[in-house]
T-cell receptor
Framework: NAGVMQNPRHLVRRRGQEARLRCSPMKGHSHVYWYRQLPEEGLKFMVYLQKENIIDESGMPKERFSAEFPKEGPSILRIQQVVRGDSAAYFC????????????FGPGTRLLVL | DAKTTQPTSMDCAEGRAANLPCNHSTISGNEYVYWYRQIHSQGPQYIIHGLKNNETNEMASLIITEDRKSSTLILPHATLRDTAVYYCIAPSNAGGTSYGKLTFGQGTILTVHP
């Protein structure tokens, strides 16, 4: 039973490029959450999505960041025109139930912006 | 979320029980206590959660005081692989406002020594 999968595991981008991070939830889970962990800081909630819907994006930066979870395929976190401050580990989690606090995390994507 | 307070760090000898405390004096009657851990460079891992009664699973035990103002996570026989940051979280779910948004504090750095 595969867990939450994220790819790529490591991503290097130059300033101004776009970063696309993908997350496949656990089988049977239709709720996805994205968190960001800046260097030497704690995990911060970014966004909660269900299939084709954004439920809570209160933690998303107002500009350059977007997320989607289409009917088919993985959830995508997209960062446009990346800056050095976007360098962080981005973790995806999934849950079976709506807005559940029992979440299963993926291994994360480490984004480095040069 | 109810504010939680944890010691910054703790040490434990391998094979001994690790007892990690958490204060959550502002917790409300319907808010659960969740424990997660993050082993270095990995995604967070769900451990256990509880409301009033003590809980046990294959990973740990959770002891919640009768007044629910504090709890203790117990790893009965700590191993070197249990070295991690442990997070105690009390998500607010009054009126469904939590929506699965986990708020990670600084947690407790547990170091298990040989």
């Amino acid at each position: 039973n595969a867990g939450v999968m994220q790819n790529p595991r490591h991503l290097v981008r130059r300033r101004g490029q776009e970063a696309r991070l993908r997350c496949s939830p656990m089988k049977g889970h239709s709720h996805v959450y994205w968190y960001r962990q800046l260097p030497e800081e704690g995990l911060k909630f970014m966004v909660y999505l269900q299939k084709e819907n954004i439920i809570d994006e209160s933690g998303m930066p107002k500009e350059r960041f977007s997320a989607e979870f289409p009917k088919e395929g993985p959830s995508i976190l997209r960062i446009q025109q990346v800056v050095r401050g976007d360098s962080a580990a981005y973790f995806c989690a999934s849950s079976l139930r709506t807005g559940a606090e029992t979440q299963y995390f993926g291994p994360g994507t480490r984004l480095l912006v040069l | 979320d109810a504010k939680t307070t944890q010691p910054t760090s703790m040490d434990c000898a391998e094979g001994r029980a690790a007892n990690l405390p958490c204060n959550h004096s502002t917790i409300s009657g319907n808010e659960y206590v969740y424990w997660y851990r993050q082993i270095h460079s990995q995604g967070p891992q769900y451990i256990i959660h509880g409301l009033k009664n003590n809980e046990t699973n294959e990973m740990a035990s959770l002891i919640i005081t009768e007044d629910r103002k504090s709890s203790t996570l117990i790893l009965p026989h700590a191993t070197l692989r249990d070295t991690a940051v442990y997070y105690c979280i009390a998500p607010s779910n009054a009126g469904g406002t939590s929506y699965g948004k986990l708020t990670f504090g600084q947690g407790t750095i547990l170091t298990v020594h040989p």
